[in-house]
């Protein structure tokens, strides 16, 4: 394990990317996300395609439907700072 070392970062993945791919590696069509969620399909799509921003109160509907937290949806591109070594 002393040779290590994490895969860079390749992708960014914004805030309607990281729903679409959640949505999508449930196997859920908008419509059905939009069923399970209340929230219009129409609004997912633009979600989605950054037309419309997620908001706080959307992103934890969405995240309860993902089966998901909702730091993931809001922070797709987050990560923890390296920790220094002891």
């Known amino acids: 394990m002393k040779d290590f070392r994490p895969a860079k970062k390749r992708a960014t993945v914004t805030v309607g990317e990281s ?14 996300l939009a069923q399970t969620s209340g929230i219009p399909q129409a609004t997912i799509s633009a979600i989605e395609n950054g037309r419309v921003r997620l908001g706080v109160e959307r992103a934890k509907v969405l995240a309860q439907a993902l089966k998901c937290h909702p730091g993931v949806l809001v922070f797709p591109g987050w990560q923890m700072p390296n920790e220094k070594a002891a």
């Open 19 to 32: 729903v679409r791919i959640l949505r999508e590696l449930q196997e859920l069509s908008q419509n059905q």
